[in-house]
C-alpha cells in the first residue's frame, strides 16, 4: 500500500512499505536525528534485518513492519511497528523518526496515520508507544496526543535519572 499526503506549504510525500534497500537511508535518519546514538541504530539495524530474513523465509510471517516516508523521492522518515506478542491484536509501535530538516513538514503525521491505518486493517484492537519524558521528546509526544493517543502510565527513572517512561494507548476499535 502506498499513500500520498500533501501538508501545507510542504513536498508531496509518498508513505509506502520499507524495503530492503532503504536499510542505509533508515541508518542514517536514525544517526542524523540527533535523538539516538550507535547503540539505538544498532537495534534499529537488527531489527530491520530480521524483518527481511523472516520475510525471506515466510512472506507470511508475523514480523516487524516497516514504512519509509519519502519527500522529493529522498527518505524524510521511518516508522517501524508491529503487534506484541501474547496479546490478542495490541500494536506497538517501535520507532517513528525523520530526518531534522524534514521535520514540520508532515512527515512523522502522515507515518503515524498509515501506521494507525495498517493496524486497524490487521484487526488491531490497541496501540501502544512508549517514549522518553525528556525534553528532546516533547514533540513526538505532541504528535501522539495529536492523534488521538492519551498518556496511560509512567515509569519513573525508566531510562536514567531524571528520565521516565511514558506509555501512551489508543484503542483503535471498540
Known amino acids: 500500500m502506498v499513500a500520498e499526503f500533501v501538508a501545507p506549504h510542504a513536498p508531496a510525500l509518498t508513505v509506502q512499505p520499507s524495503q530492503p534497500e532503504d536499510r542505509a537511508a533508515i ?15 544498532e537495534c534499529v539495524d537488527e531489527m530491520f534485518t530480521s524483518t527481511w530474513k523472516a520475510l525471506e523465509a515466510d512472506l507470511n510471517a508475523d514480523t516487524y513492519r516497516w514504512l519509509s ?20 491484536n495490541t500494536w506497538d509501535l517501535f520507532w517513528v523518526c525523520v530526518r531534522p530538516e524534514a521535520r514540520g513538514k508532515g512527515v512523522a503525521r ?3 496515520q498509515e501506521v494507525i491505518t495498517q ?3 490487521q484487526g488491531g484492537r490497541l496501540m501502544v508507544i512508549y517514549t522518553s519524558s525528556t525534553a528532546p521528546y516533547a514533540p513526538a509526544r505532541a504528535l ?31
Open 110 to 112: 502522515a507515518l503515524m
Open 27 to 41: 541508518y542514517d535518519v536514525l544517526m542524523t536525528s540527533g535523538l539516538f546514538g550507535k547503540t539505538d541504530a
Open 69 to 88: 516516508c519519502f519527500a522529493d523521492q529522498k527518505l524524510a522518515g521511518f516508522a517501524c511497528f508491529g503487534t506484541e506478542s501474547l496479546t490478542h
Open 119 to 121: 493496524a486497524k486493517v
Open 144 to 174: 501522539y496526543e495529536s492523534q488521538g493517543f492519551v498518556r496511560t502510565a509512567v515509569v519513573p527513572e525508566y531510562y536514567n535519572v531524571g528520565d521516565d517512561l511514558y506509555i501512551y494507548s489508543k484503542r483503535l476499535k471498540s
